[in-house]
C-alpha cells in the first residue's frame, strides 16, 4: 500500500518504521529532518513539506497535540493537498475533543475522510507494534486503515465520529492519572507506617489490580526509579488538561483531574519537569508527608 | 483443631462455616442470636459470651470496626478467658492502624499471642474461601494459624508487627475506592461527549485496567446498576476514615481520600446511603455534571 | 483633557461618562454601536474604528479580557495609528499575566507608552467612581493618566512592570472567590443544624469579617438573592481560570482556586450560568448537602 | 456575685481575672495548680476538684475541647456537685456540636441551666476583655449570665439550643481558616511573578477585604513573621475537624475545609507544628510552588 506520514517523533517514527518493515510505500515528513533521514534508511521515502506526504491510501499524522496538529493540518493546509480527497486520513494524535470537531468539520469541508485513531502506549510499544487503538470515522474510511492499523496495535472501534475517539482516549489517560495518585498516596501512607511500598504492591498489585498500568508503575513508585523522560510532564500535563477541559465544554467537574493538575505543577515546581510522572507523583506525595 | 470464632456477621459467617465443613470444632459467639444458631446447625459450638469462646489452638474475631472490636476486646474482658494465653487469637477484622497497636499492647500484657490478618473481599468471596488475607504477627503466631487461614482464601505474609496488616488493608481499600472515582469521573466525561461509559471500559478495562477491581465494579457504573448494600455508604466511608486517621497519625495528606470523604458525603445526602460505593460515587459524578 | 476610550461595556460605558462628565474631550469606540450613540450623547465623540480612538494624551481601554483585547490590540493593529506614541496607553482591562506581557513587549517595539490599570469594583463602582484601581507602568507615562484616573476611582500604584497590576488583580479576585466560596459552605454548614445563615453572618461578618466583599455578598447568600447577571458564571471562570494560569506560569498550585474552578461548572451543569458567583456558588454548597 | 469558673488556659485564666478585678468571688479550678495560684494571687478562691467550683450563681468553663470537658462535667460528675441546680452553667469551650447535645441532654436530666457561649479571639482579647461571645440557651439562663459576661466581650444571643451556639463558633472559624488559606494561595501567587506580597495585601485589604482577620494575618503573612504558637497547629486541626464533624452529621460536604486539613498536616510534616496556622499555610503554599 502506498502511504504518508506525518510526524516522526517518539511515537511516530515507531509506527512509520512497522508500516516500512510490513513493506508498504511510506512518505514520510517530520519537521526535524533527522527523524526523516533515519526512516529513509530504512526504506521510507522523504516529504519535504507535510502536504507531500499527503497522499496514498492512506495518510497517518502522529503529531504531539493540538498546537502541533493545528501548525501541520490548519496553517501548513494539508487538506489542500492535489489527491487530498483520494486518501484516507488516521489522525492518531492526542489531541482535544473541541479541536477534533474542528477537524471533523474542515475535512467534510475539504472533501477528505477522517478517521481519529488515538493510542494508547509508550514509545516501547509504538516499536513492538502493540498499541491499544481506538479508531472512529466514517465505517468506509475506518475499512481502508484497517490493514495498515493492524501493524500497530490492537483496534477498538468506536463508531463513526472522530471525537468520539478523542474523548474516549482523553478519559482512557484520565484513569491511568489516577492510578498513579492512587499509588503515589498509598505507598507514602504504608511507608509512613513502616510498610515497604513493594511489600504493599506486591499484594494488591498481583490480586485486585492485577494490570499492566499498576504493575509497571507500582515498581517505578516502589522503587523510587527514577525514570528519565524528557518533558515528561509536560505531556502529562496536556493529557490532563486536556481531560479538564473535555469536562470543561460539557460542565462536567472532574475534582480528580484537578487534583492531578495541582500535584503535576508541585512536582515541575520541584525539578521533576523530566521525569515520568509516576514517580514525580510518588515524589509529591512523600515529600508533602515529610518522607524523604 | 478446636478453634474460637468471634462475630458472625455477613463476612463472619461464611469464614466460620467454611471451618466447620473443614472439620474443626468451631466455638461460636455473635452480639445476635440469629446468627449463632444458623452456625450451630451446621455443627458449631455455641457460646453464651464472648469470653467463651476464647479457647483452643486459634481463636478468630471478625468485627465491623474499632467500635464492635473495643467492645468485644477490651469492655468484654477477652483476653482475661481462662486459657487465653494458650491460644493464638487472629483478629480478621478491619481496625485503625492505632488500634492495632494497642491491641498489640494488650496482648503482650495478657501474655495472648496476637496476629492481625484483615481481609480483602466481599461476602461472596468469604463464601468461596477466595479472600485475599494480610497476616501479620510473630512467626510462631502466624504458623499455628496458617492451615486454618487456608480454608478462607489466599495468605499475604508481612512481618511480625501486626499493625503492618492493618495499614496495608487500609491503603488497598483506598486505592479501590479511588479506583472507583476515576472510573465514575471518566464515565460521566466519556458520556457527557456521546460516548456509552460501557463502549468505553470495554476497551481501558480490557487493556490497561484488566483487573478485578474495574472489570467488576465497572460494570455497575456503565450500566448504572442499582445495587443494594445495607449501610454500604457507612462501609465506605468507615474505610476511607481509617485511611485519613491513619495518614494524620503520621502527617501523611491523601488527598484523593479527602475527595472520597466528600463524594460519599454528597452520596449519603442524595438517599445513596445503602448503596454499593460504585453506584453511589457514579451518581455523584454524573449529578454534578448534569447528566441523569 | 483630549482622550480615547476603547470599549463601551457594562463598566467601559460607565467609565466613560465619567471622563466626559469631568469635562474632558472623548473619542470613544465600541464594537457594538448602541453603546457608542449613549456616549455621543452625553458629548463623547464616536470613532468608526478603534484606531482612530488612539489619539489625545491619553487612550483608555476597557475590554472583557484577552480574546477581546487581542481582536483589538493585535488584530485591530491599534497600536499602528498615526500618533500612538503621542498618548499614553491605559490598558484597565483584566487580562492574563501573559498577555500583559506581551502587550508591555509590543508597546515598547511600537514605541507607545503602556500602563495597567485593572479595576476592582462592580459597575455600579464604575459609575460612582469608587472603583479601585491598580496602576502599574512607567513613572513618567502613569503621572499623565493620574488625573483622568481619579475620575474614575481610588488609585494604588505598584511599580513599573505592566504584568505586576494584572497579577494583583488576578489574584484579588481569587481572594474573592474564596470568601465566596467559604461563605457557602459556612452558609450550608449552619443551615444543616438549623441556624439562619443570616444570624450567623450578622455575627461574623460585622466582627472579624467586618468587610465590602463579606457584607455585600454576604447578604445575597443568606437571603439566597436570586441576583440575575448575564454570562456571570462565564465571567467568573475567566477569571478563576486566569489565576489558575498565573499560577501554571510559575508552577504555582492554587488548591482553592481548582476547588473553585469545579464549583463553578457544577453551578453552570445546574443552570445557574446567568447568577452571580456568590448566588451560584451557595446553590452548589447547599445542593451538595441535600439542603433545598 | 459569686461565681465558678473552670478550666484556666490561656483563654480562661484572663477571663477569670477579668471576673475577679469586676469584683466578683470567683471559685476557680484548674487541672495544673499554678494557674490557681495565680488566680488567687488576685483574689479568687481556690478548688481543690471541678466540682467544688460548681456553686454560686453562675459557673463559667473554659476547657479545650470536647476531651477535656468530658473528662470534667462527665468523668468528673460535677453536674452531680450538691447545688448545682441553683447556678447556671456557661460553657464557653469550643466544643463538636454533638457533645453541645449530649450536654444538653445529660443537663436536662441533672436539672442544670446550661447555656452554651464559645468565643471567638484570641488571649490578648480575652485580656482585653474584647471577645465576640455567641450566646445560645434558655432565656432566663442568659440573662442570668449576661452581666457577667459584658466583662469579657460583647455578646452575640442566638436563640434557645446550645449547640447552635457551637455550630457558629466552627463554621465561623472555618471562615478564618478559608481566609488564611486564600491569603497563602494568593501571596505564593504574587511573589512567583515579582510583587511583594505585602504590596499586594496593601491594596486588597485596605480595601475590598478591610477586616480584623485579613488584616492582622496579612500582615503576618506577607512579613513571613515566624509567629510561635506552642500546639498552634493541634488547635487549628481540632477547629477544622469539628467543622468537617459538624457536616458529616447533615451529609454536608465542604471542600475548603478538606483542602484545609491536608494542608494543615502538610504544615505538620514540616515542623510547623508550634506555629500559628496563618504563618504555617503560606509555608505550604509556598513551598508547594517551589518559593523559599
Not at 73 to 91: M, P, R, Y
Not at 115 to 131: D, I, M, S, Y
Not at 236 to 248: K, Q, V, Y
Amino acid at each position: 500500500m502506498e502511504v504518508g506520514f506525518i510526524g516522526l517523533g517518539a511515537m511516530g517514527s515507531h509506527m512509520a518504521a512497522n508500516l516500512v518493515k510490513a513493506g508498504h510505500v511510506v512518505h514520510v515528513w517530520n519537521r526535524g529532518r533527522a527523524a526523516v533521514d533515519r526512516l529513509v534508511a530504512l526504506g521510507a521515502k522523504a516529504c519535504a513539506i507535510p502536504r507531500d506526504a499527503m497522499r496514498g491510501d492512506v495518510v497517518v499524522s502522529m503529531l504531539s497535540g493540538d498546537v502541533a496538529a493545528r501548525a501541520v493540518f490548519i496553517d501548513g493546509k494539508v487538506l489542500d493537498a492535489e489527491n487530498a480527497s483520494k486518501t484516507v486520513h488516521v489522525d492518531m494524535s492526542t489531541i482535544s475533543v473541541a479541536f477534533a470537531k474542528e477537524l471533523t468539520a474542515l475535512h467534510a469541508k475539504k472533501q477528505v475522510a477522517y478517521v481519529a485513531a488515538p493510542v494508547f502506549g509508550r514509545p516501547q510499544a509504538a516499536k513492538a507494534g502493540t498499541l491499544n487503538i481506538v479508531v472512529a470515522g466514517p465505517d468506509e474510511a475506518v475499512e481502508r486503515a484497517l490493514p495498515l492499523l493492524a501493524h500497530l496495535g490492537q483496534v477498538f472501534r468506536l463508531g463513526e465520529k472522530p471525537q468520539h475517539a478523542s474523548v474516549v482516549k482523553i478519559a482512557g489517560t484520565l484513569m491511568i492519572g489516577c492510578a498513579l495518585e492512587a499509588m503515589a498516596e498509598s505507598a507514602a501512607l504504608v511507608e509512613s507506617h513502616g510498610v515497604r511500598a513493594s511489600d504493599f504492591f506486591n499484594i494488591v498489585n498481583n490480586t485486585m489490580f492485577a494490570a499492566p498500568v499498576y504493575q509497571s508503575y507500582g515498581a517505578i513508585i516502589a522503587e523510587r526509579r527514577d525514570v528519565s523522560v524528557p518533558a515528561g510532564l509536560a505531556l502529562a500535563e496536556r493529557d490532563i488538561n486536556l481531560a479538564l477541559a473535555a469536562g470543561a465544554d460539557e460542565n462536567v467537574s472532574l475534582p480528580f483531574a484537578s487534583q492531578l493538575r495541582d500535584n503535576l505543577l508541585d512536582a515541575r515546581a520541584h525539578s521533576d519537569a523530566d521525569r515520568d510522572w509516576s514517580f514525580a507523583l510518588a515524589n509529591v506525595a512523600r515529600r508533602r508527608g515529610g518522607l524523604t
